[in-house]
């Protein structure tokens, strides 16, 4: 079955550069959600989107910033990087079928490594 | 502020023992989510619980729910050393609309020790 894809997997930046991380959810799911988890941490939400809306805000910096375009695919761009941006950051989907079940699934993760 | 709370944190076991995870939140939720994961590696799902008394099984690994106590265990039986990761439950929560973010708890590193 087709699963959440990443890109790029491995990621290497020097500070005040920028990036752009991009998800390809799987067919047919109309929501994207993206967590950041540092080392030895637990995911953080940053940010969702349904049907290319943005949906929710969590702790996400001002310099970061995320769409969803037409084809459902989803990219977080990242500016003025910081040491501290250094993660791995998973893109999950999910199918609003059926408010009663809304399991996400995961991505590889694409980490990234600011110098 | 949802809260999710798991203990132990670190777990070292032996092969063929038996123990348990546990994973308190601090509100009403919709389902609880458990996910293991490996050193670098994405987020496996587990299990999904959807309702109180919840009870699921998958090999040496059992999962429950009680929304009454808002607590969620995972139960490893006799551990193998494949089932070595961090396990992470999770819990969500319709934050208005369409949106069930997800809550992490700190994770449990186990280690299991032939």
């Known amino acids: 079955a087709a699963g959440v894809i990443q890109s790029p997997r491995h990621l290497i930046k020097e500070k005040r550069e920028t990036a752009t991380l991009k998800c390809y959810p799987i067919?047919?799911?109309?929501?994207v959600y993206w967590y950041q988890q540092g080392p030895g941490q637990d995911p953080q939400f940053l940010i969702s989107?349904?049907?290319?809306?943005?949906?929710d805000k969590g702790s996400i910096p001002d310099r970061f910033s995320a769409q969803q375009f037409s084809d459902y695919h989803s990219e977080l761009n990242m500016s003025s990087l910081e040491l501290g941006d250094s993660a791995l950051y998973f893109c999950?989907?999910?199918?609003?079928?059926?408010?009663?079940?809304?399991?996400?699934?995961f991505g590889p993760g694409t980490r990234l490594t600011v110098l | 502020e949802l809260k999710v709370e798991q203990n132990p944190l670190f777990l070292s076991m032996q092969e063929g023992k038996n123990y348990t995870i546990y994973c308190n939140y601090s509100?009403?939720?919709?389902?609880l989510y458990w996910y293991r994961q490996d050193p670098g590696k994405s987020l496996e799902s587990l299990f999904v619980?959807?309702?109180?008394?919840a009870v699921k099984q998958e090999g040496r690994l059992m999962a429950s729910l009680d929304t009454k106590a808002r607590l969620s265990t995972l139960h490893i039986t006799a551990a193998v050393h494949d089932l070595s990761a961090t396990y992470f439950c999770?819990?969500?929560?319709?934050?208005?609309?369409?949106?069930?973010?997800?809550?992490f708890g700190k994770g449990t590193l186990l280690t299991v020790n032939p």
């Open positions: 067919p047919r799911h109309d929501t």
């Open positions: 999950a989907s999910s199918l609003k079928i059926n408010p009663s079940y809304n399991e996400q699934f």
């Open positions: 989107f349904y049907e290319k809306m943005q949906s």
């Open positions: 999770a819990v969500d929560r319709n934050s208005g609309g369409s949106n069930y973010k997800l809550t």
């Open positions: 509100t009403t939720s919709d389902r």
């Open positions: 619980l959807l309702s109180n008394g």
